[in-house]
């Protein structure tokens, strides 16, 4: 039993030393741009839910709404989103994405697309295919260990962000 728990951790150091690389490049990446790295996230779900609010994007985040009305602040004074007055609730604001933020997305996009051929570029289709499973696998059981509560409402949104970078999402 003690040798499975230092391959877990073995396994675990390598997945967090993937994460950490994988923040350098985003800084990198974002370096000199005016969508910051931690920006990301953000335009991501709003991407996805045009029209949202802010306590949708904290939610679905799980941030604090102040986080998140810094975070829209920004945006929108650098031109990246807009915020209209709900017509039936005047203390809401909707949150969209302006046509400037979509081409920064889209230049973005690219830059991450060249670096996921990069990263993956060794790995045949069979190896990607099993890398997959396992990965999902463990996401499985990540879950299972959270409990059916962070399931239902937390894993949702990861889940749609994972479909999203499977696709064609930064």
Excluded: W
């Excluded at 990246?80 to 979509?102: A, E, G, P």
């Excluded at 289709?125 to 409990?147: P, R, W």
């Excluded at 479909?163 to 064609?168: H, Q, R, T």
């Amino acid at each position: 039993m003690a040798v499975n728990k230092i391959k877990y951790h073995e396994i675990v150091s390598m997945l967090e030393k993937i994460h950490v690389l994988r923040r350098i490049f985003c800084q990198q990446a974002t370096h000199g741009s005016e969508l910051h790295f931690s920006q990301i996230p953000v335009i991501k779900y709003i991407e996805s839910h045009d029209n949202c609010t802010q306590i949708d994007i904290a939610d679905a985040l799980q941030v604090s709404p102040a986080c998140i009305a810094t975070s829209t602040k920004r945006l929108q004074k650098s031109g990246m989103v807009t915020k209209t007055v709900d017509n039936d609730n005047l203390r809401c604001k909707r949150i969209s994405l302006t046509d400037k933020c979509r081409n920064t997305i889209k230049e973005h996009k690219e830059i991450f697309n060249r670096y996921d051929e990069q990263i993956f570029g060794g790995l045949s289709n069979e190896d990607l295919e099993t890398l997959s499973k396992l990965l999902d696998k463990v996401i499985y059981n990540m879950e299972e260990a959270i409990g059916e509560k962070h399931i239902d409402n937390d894993m949702n949104t990861v889940h749609k962000l994972i479909n999203k970078l499977k696709g064609e999402d930064i």
